[in-house]
C-alpha cells in the first residue's frame, strides 16, 4: 500500500478533506514534487468519492423440493402395487439367453433397446436381504414411484447365484400391468445380478 491510499483510506474515514490535502502535501515533498494542477485533479477526481462498506451477500439457490408423501400413502402404494405378484402364478419367460421379457402387443425392438443399454435407469431398488415378502412390497413401491415421478426405466438388483430372489423378481415383474419389458442389465448397471425395466406412464 502506497503512502497516498493510506491517507486515501483515512480520509475516507474521518470525511474530511482537509486531512488528505494536507497530508499528501507533505508526504508528496519528501519523495516527489506534485504541480498545482496534479494536486488540483486529484482533489477533484475524489470529490463525492464514500467509503465502501463489505455488504457481500451469498445467494444460496433453495434446492427444489418434491412433493411430500404421506407414509400412510406410500405403504398403500406397496400393498396395492404388490398385490399383482403371485407365488403361484408362473408366466412363461423365455430362459434361453438372458433374462427377458417383452409384454404382448410391444414392440419386441424395446427388449434390444434394455440390452444395448439406450435406456438409462432412473431409480434403483436393491433387494439384497429382504425376505420375499419386503421384496415384493419394495418392487410393487418402484413401479408406483416411477409412474408418480415420470421414470420410464428403473434398475432392480436381485443379486447373483440361484436364491430365490433371484428366480422370482422376474416372475413377479412379467405380472404387472405397468412392466412393458425387461431384460438383464448391461455390465454397468450390475450385468447377471440386475433387471433393467420399462415401466409405461401415462400420456
Not at 14 to 26: C, D, M, S
Not at 35 to 50: C, M, N, R, V, Y
Not at 59 to 72: N, R, V
Given at each position: 500500500m502506497?503512502?497516498?491510499?493510506i491517507?486515501f ?7 474530511k478533506l482537509?486531512a488528505?490535502?494536507?497530508?499528501i502535501?507533505q508526504t508528496?515533498?519528501?519523495k516527489?514534487?506534485l504541480t498545482?494542477?496534479?494536486?488540483q ?6 470529490t463525492?468519492a464514500k467509503k465502501?462498506?463489505?455488504?457481500t451477500?451469498?445467494h ?7 412433493k411430500k408423501?404421506?407414509?400412510e400413502r ?5 400393498v396395492?402395487?404388490?398385490?399383482y ?5 408362473q ?7 438372458p433374462t ?12 434390444k433397446?434394455?440390452r444395448r ?11 439384497h436381504?429382504l ?6 412390497q419394495?418392487?410393487?413401491a ?8 415420470h421414470?420410464h426405466?428403473?434398475?432392480?438388483m ?6 430365490v430372489l433371484?428366480?422370482?423378481?422376474p416372475?413377479w415383474?412379467?405380472?404387472h ?8 442389465a448391461?455390465?454397468e448397471w450390475?450385468?447377471?445380478a440386475a ?9
Amino acid at each position: 500500500m502506497t503512502d497516498i491510499d493510506i491517507y486515501f483510506d483515512r480520509w475516507l474515514a474521518a470525511g474530511k478533506l482537509g486531512a488528505i490535502e494536507l497530508g499528501i502535501e507533505q508526504t508528496m515533498k519528501k519523495k516527489y514534487h506534485l504541480t498545482p494542477d496534479e494536486l488540483q485533479l486529484f482533489k477533484e477526481s475524489i470529490t463525492g468519492a464514500k467509503k465502501l462498506r463489505q455488504d457481500t451477500i451469498v445467494h444460496h439457490t433453495p434446492p427444489k423440493l418434491g412433493k411430500k408423501i404421506a407414509p400412510e400413502r406410500l405403504l398403500q402404494e406397496q400393498v396395492d402395487a404388490s398385490y399383482y405378484f403371485s407365488d403361484e402364478f408362473q408366466p412363461l419367460l423365455d430362459t434361453d439367453g438372458p433374462t427377458r421379457y417383452v409384454r404382448p402387443g410391444v414392440d419386441n425392438f424395446e427388449v434390444k433397446k434394455l440390452r444395448r443399454g439406450d435406456y438409462s435407469p432412473e431409480m434403483f431398488l436393491d433387494l439384497h436381504g429382504l425376505t420375499q415378502k419386503q421384496a415384493k412390497q419394495e418392487l410393487g413401491a418402484l413401479i408406483a414411484a416411477c409412474k408418480r415421478e415420470h421414470v420410464h426405466c428403473a434398475c432392480v438388483m436381485h443379486g447373483h447365484g440361484k436364491h430365490v430372489l433371484k428366480q422370482q423378481t422376474p416372475l413377479w415383474m412379467a405380472q404387472h400391468p405397468d412392466v412393458l419389458a425387461f431384460h438383464q442389465a448391461p455390465k454397468e448397471w450390475g450385468g447377471t445380478a440386475a433387471l433393467l425395466l420399462l415401466i409405461e406412464l401415462e400420456e
